[in-house]
């Protein structure tokens, strides 16, 4: 029996190499790998990796992780879907920002943070649902909060 990490990886890596639009299609490639899961069960794990459905050529919607390869640079309008997406309160305090996600998003927030090269972010810290950013001496933390807020569409 494999574990929910191992359950898990085995999702990310289908979701990565087939088109799968539903819930019961994962299951059935996880079975063919050897992994029995229920369609609950693959609820859960695709909501715990973040996972959310995007229109591809031909106009079908399929599952997708939204984390791209670190090396790469994240594009201004996918910090923007990606923050409208997941972000939902940002708070400051002297040069930290406080970014609140639902659970098990926060990864993905900081991760397109990082890779977007926002002016005045030094780094992020990710937890399960809180990214801290650490804004550079240039900016406060109360005008990067603003420009997260700008990014995920919420008021001050």
Avoid: F
């Amino acid at each position: 029996m494999a574990s929910k990490a191992q359950r898990q990886h085995q999702i990310g890596q289908l979701l990565a190499e087939h088109a799968v639009s539903s819930q019961p299609e994962l299951v059935e490639l996880l079975a063919e790998t050897g992994i029995t899961a229920t369609q609950a069960t693959v609820s859960r794990d695709l909501e715990d990796l973040g996972a959310i459905k995007v229109r591809v050529s031909g106009g079908d919607l399929i599952y997708a992780i939204p984390e791209m390869p670190t090396e790469q640079l994240a594009p201004t309008d996918h910090l923007r879907r990606v923050c409208g997406e997941w972000v939902g309160q940002v708070d400051s305090s002297g040069n930290l920002v406080v970014v609140r996600t639902p659970p098990g998003c926060a990864h993905v927030v900081a991760s397109v943070i990082d890779r977007s090269q926002l002016d005045g972010v030094l780094g992020t810290v990710a937890g399960d649902d809180t990214v801290i950013l650490v804004a550079a001496e240039t900016l406060s933390g109360a005008e990067l909060a603003e420009r997260i807020r700008d990014l995920a569409g919420l008021d001050a």
